[in-house]
């Protein structure tokens, strides 16, 4: 991303007409599906699921049909780690983080069901079905 940026600075940015958006500088493909943040534990997410380390996608909240206006990148808002019960209860957490459950809807058919950490940086730290896999993956924030 420095290159990209300092290679537009160079050639003038804005005011000469180099900034162009686009994949490359909006970098919304990138993901750390190798990272030492993230963990895929479901042992075979769905078809087109998001996996752990890729970007947190956005779904409407409200109503099976996503009709209501909310939705989930509300929730992920802030500098805080979000966790997501999507289709199961949501399990005791630690203080500092956020703790949503969502049924049904656009968010249930995008995800799946399971345990979703979602990072401050908008990527899915923590994909798994057992809640026992969180507290060991929060504590690597500090968060117990």
């Known amino acids: 991303m420095l290159e990209i940026s300092t290679r537009l600075h160079r050639a003038g940015g804005v005011r000469a007409g180099a900034l162009r958006r686009g994949p490359r500088t909006e970098q919304l493909g990138l993901g750390y599906e190798d990272g030492p943040l993230t963990v895929e534990a479901r042992p075979g997410p769905p078809e087109g699921a998001p996996r752990a380390g890729e970007r947190a996608p956005d779904a409407p909240l409200d ?13 992920f808002r802030g500098p805080h780690v979000t966790v997501l019960a999507i289709g199961r209860a949501l399990p005791p957490l630690p203080a500092g983080v956020r703790g949503h459950r969502v049924d049904g809807g656009v968010a249930e058919r995008t995800y799946g069901r399971g345990l979703f950490v979602v990072r401050p940086d908008g990527y899915l730290g923590l994909a798994t079905h057992d809640p026992a896999d969180l507290p060991e993956y929060l504590a690597r924030f500090g968060l117990r």
């Not at 099976?64 to 929730?75: N, S």
């Open 63 to 75: 109503g099976a049909d996503g009709a209501g206006g909310r939705r989930l990148f509300e929730l």
